[in-house]
């Protein structure tokens, strides 16, 4: 294991965990891997997706007897009940989830929503998790480009409307692209936030129609950086830098020593979510 270094997170009691180092870049002109965007779930799948009947039996089943059940137990499930009609939500702040679904299920499908608003510190752990696990990235594209959205609704939108804003760039483009799928996987955590507190292991999403996982839910935040540093998981810089939760670069603060970690997120306005989850 790599030698631990003092850890100061605004707000997080991780004060003597080991974190693991940031592996070298992919050499210079060596791709991390060919960018997969936008691309069907039913392209990889061996078998026709469930009817929502089906699935949402399956969680009726599997609810209450996955629901004190490990991370590794419910990554273990989901690659045997659903195959290739999985999917993992991956904002690359760490890649910790990629890595426990991927040792389940190699050769996961990993979305990430290329807002085209991301830091390159974002950019860069996004090409690094591509190059170093085995999993396949699918970049998700908003319909529009930046300067295409700009010209239709004039520069910065996201600082008059970010409902808007999030709604094409994110919200919108994951809908689309989850369909085909049978369950998605997401790291949401019950102690990031007052509105994620109840959030179940499995469940049905009714929003987009499919198996919802969040395998890390009784996770905190000390626990993920703990399964980083034994598993010399990548993670974003950022994160060791102020930025406890990490979004678009125009809507993610830095967060003050002591404060809610997601308080950077869309900080002084009335917002918390970019709706995904909500
Ligand atoms: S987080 Fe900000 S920049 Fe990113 S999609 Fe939402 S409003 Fe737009």
């Not at 979305?111 to 090409?127: M, S």
């Not at 890390?216 to 399964?227: G, Q, R, V």
Request: a negative charge.
């Amino acid at each position: 294991m790599t030698a631990g270094r003092p850890l100061a997170l605004p707000g997080l009691r991780v004060s003597t965990l080991a974190l693991p180092q940031v592996p070298a870049a992919p050499e210079a002109g060596a791709p991390p891997s060919a960018p997969v965007v936008g691309s069907p779930a039913s392209g990889r799948a061996s078998r026709p997706r469930r009817s929502t009947d089906e699935l949402r039996a399956i969680v009726s089943a599997a609810a209450p007897r996955l629901a004190d059940a490990t991370a590794q137990e419910v990554a273990a499930w989901a690659a045997a009940e659903f195959g290739g009609l999985l999917a993992v939500a991956c904002s690359m702040a760490d890649a910790v989830l990629p890595h426990l679904i991927s040792r389940a299920a190699p050769g996961v499908d990993v979305l990430f929503l290329e807002t085209g608003y991301h830091f390159a510190q974002t950019t860069a752990t996004r090409n690094r998790v591509a190059a170093e696990l085995p999993i396949r990235v699918v970049d998700v594209m908003p319909r529009l480009s930046v300067t295409e959205q700009d010209a239709a609704y004039g520069a910065e939108l996201f600082a008059r409307d970010p409902a808007a804003c999030c709604r094409m760039r994110k919200v919108e483009p994951l809908a689309a692209q989850l369909e085909g799928y049978e369950a998605w996987v997401t790291g949401v955590r019950r102690e990031e936030a007052p509105t994620r507190a109840a959030t179940p292991i499995v469940s049905w999403d009714d929003k987009h129609g499919l198996v919802k996982l969040n395998p890390l839910a009784a996770w905190t935040f000390d626990d993920l950086l703990a399964y980083a540093a034994e598993h010399q998981v990548t993670l974003n810089p950022l994160l060791t830098q102020g930025y406890p939760s990490i979004g678009c670069e125009p809507c993610t603060a830095r967060v003050a020593p002591g404060a809610d970690p997601r308080s950077g997120r869309w900080a002084g306005l009335d917002k918390t979510e970019c709706g995904i989850h909500t």
